[in-house]
């Protein structure tokens, strides 16, 4: 059967940045992230699993996938024949839609359409925790743009000793990151080499319309990580053997957005998943069959697109690929002295990101938004060796932010991803004087427009 879907990217307001291995082996995101799904950022993409097939095919953008992202594409394609009990090939064709040629490279988006499309060619369950996992696999920030609006993303790890307890419904004072959720140090993780030019089938594109999805009943206290993340210090961790099948997640409520006609219930808002499964990496390549066994993840929309509408101003300052991909930077997070400090910060800054999005408050946002993003270039910067992703101009960009704000103008705040393009968030109101000021700073070659979006959604637009 032939499927495809559409979903976008999006823009994290608490980075997730680092893996580490958990004591089954597998590679766990290092903390909770909080993102906002783009619309104007999405990806388009068909599966269609063929036995006449003697090999995966994968195009993006009308090419042949380079082999890095082919390898990520077959991981996911991988877990889905397992689970459907398939051995078919498939055709892969993604189509990534911006508003402009080039600059924004995500991941998340591909691997999103991907992991929907997959699943529904196969057969299987398209509920968005189901989808989790198989999304993870491709790119660990793809599981956020599975909804729409506001994500919170808890790794698992939740429990003692890392086993993936039971996570108890939003209840007060849960932030979603215990005392579990601890940096382990050094480990023995191999670390591929760096190589340039990171593709997953990527980014952006189309209007799907309005979400279906219902607004959560947030529930105070509960931000994806509590005060008692602490530090270990070093350690050393082995990758081990896989262990056989992931498990299916609970089905705890309706599937991606429908616009694209796909029947389930409407009002789901909670994904929590097993993450269990070949090559469970956050993101990153892993030793064959590495990281099977239990686990748990949870991804929860904290407000719709309806409840707070947002713009991501992309000051594009370079639309060179990026030298070394977020997957590979991920394994280097360990090496710098700043990360437990990071790591700690992050009980305090996550409870204030999803306190302001509950509030609709761009100020309290804003100065967790920025704090988290330099937070993450330190860690970045003094990584051995050590990742500089920034241009002169993304310097201009946040100066000139500063500046807007510090002159009275309006409130407008900045993250950076992997790369020097700066993200800057705003209200739509507030978009097109803020849109004019960025537009005069040295370096900045187009200013691209993104708002908030709905999560991914299945299309009969299919690609071929
Ligand atoms: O999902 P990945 O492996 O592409 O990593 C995402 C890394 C950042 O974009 C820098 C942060 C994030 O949470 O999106």
Redesign the pocket.
């Known amino acids: 059967m032939k499927a495809t879907a559409n979903a976008g990217s ?3 307001f ?4 680092g893996v580490r291995e958990d004591r089954e082996g597998r590679r766990q ?1 290092l903390n909770p ?1 909080v ?1 906002m799904t783009l619309q104007k950022a999405r990806t388009t993409t068909t599966v269609e699993f063929d036995a006449s097939l003697r090999a995966d095919e994968c195009r993006i953008n009308g090419r042949p996938a380079s082999p890095e992202a082919r390898e990520r594409v077959v991981r996911v394609l991988d877990r889905v024949r397992e689970l459907a009990s398939i051995r078919a090939f498939a055709r892969v064709a993604s189509v990534n839609h911006l508003p402009t040629s080039a600059g924004v490279a ?3 988006s591909g ?1 999103c359409a991907l992991a929907l499309a997959a699943a529904r060619a196969a057969g299987l369950s398209c509920e968005p925790e189901d989808l989790v996992p198989l999304a ?1 696999l491709g ?4 599981c ?1 743009s599975l909804y729409g609006g506001f994500v919170l ?1 808890r790794p698992a790890g939740k429990g003692p000793g890392g086993s993936m307890v039971e996570q108890p419904p939003v209840a007060q004072g849960d932030h979603g990151l215990d005392e579990t959720l601890v940096y382990p140090g050094p480990s023995t993780l191999e670390q591929p080499p760096v190589a340039q030019g ?1 593709h ?1 089938p990527h980014e952006t594109g189309g209007d799907p319309g309005p979400s279906t999805l219902e607004q959560p009943g947030a529930a105070q206290g509960d931000h994806g990580l509590d005060e008692t993340l602490v530090y270990p210090g070093p350690g050393v961790l082995e990758p081990r053997p896989a262990a056989p099948g992931g498990s299916k997640a609970r089905a705890t409520g309706d599937g991606p957005n429908q616009a694209g006609g796909v029947p389930g219930p409407p009002g789901f808002r909670r994904s929590r998943t097993a993450c269990g499964g070949p090559n469970l990496a ?3 390549s892993g030793p064959p069959g590495f990281g099977a066994g239990s686990g748990e993840s949870t991804v929860e929309q904290l407000a719709t697109r309806e409840d707070w509408r947002l713009v991501d101003l992309v000051a594009i300052v370079s639309r060179e690929e990026k030298a070394v ?3 590979r ?2 394994l280097l997070a360990h090496t710098s002295p700043l990360l437990p400090g990071r790591l700690t910060s992050l009980a305090s800054r996550i409870p204030q990101v999803v306190q302001a999005i509950r509030d609709r408050d761009l100020a309290l946002l804003g100065e967790a938004m920025e704090a988290d993003a330099l937070s ?1 270039h330190a860690v970045m910067m003094t990584s051995e060796p050590p990742l500089i992703y920034w241009e002169p101009a993304t310097i201009a960009v946040i100066r000139k932010v500063m500046e807007i704000r510090a002159g009275g103008g309006p409130a407008c705040y900045f993250t ?4 020097p393009n700066v993200h800057v968030i705003t209200a739509p109101r507030e978009a097109g004087a803020v849109r004019d000021r960025l537009g005069d700073v040295p370096g900045v070659r187009e200013i691209l427009s993104l708002e908030t979006g709905p999560g991914a959604f299945l299309t009969d637009e299919h690609l071929f």
Not at 14 to 17: D, F, L, M, Q
Not at 139 to 142: D, H, K, N
Not at 416 to 419: E, F, K, L, N, P
Request: include cysteine; charge should be neutral.
């Open positions: 999006n823009i994290a608490v980075k997730y940045w995101a992230s993102s995500s991941s998340a691997f993870i790119s660990g920030s793809a956020r993303w990171d997953g956050c993101g990153v991909s977020s997957a930077g991920h993450m950076i991803d992997a790369g």
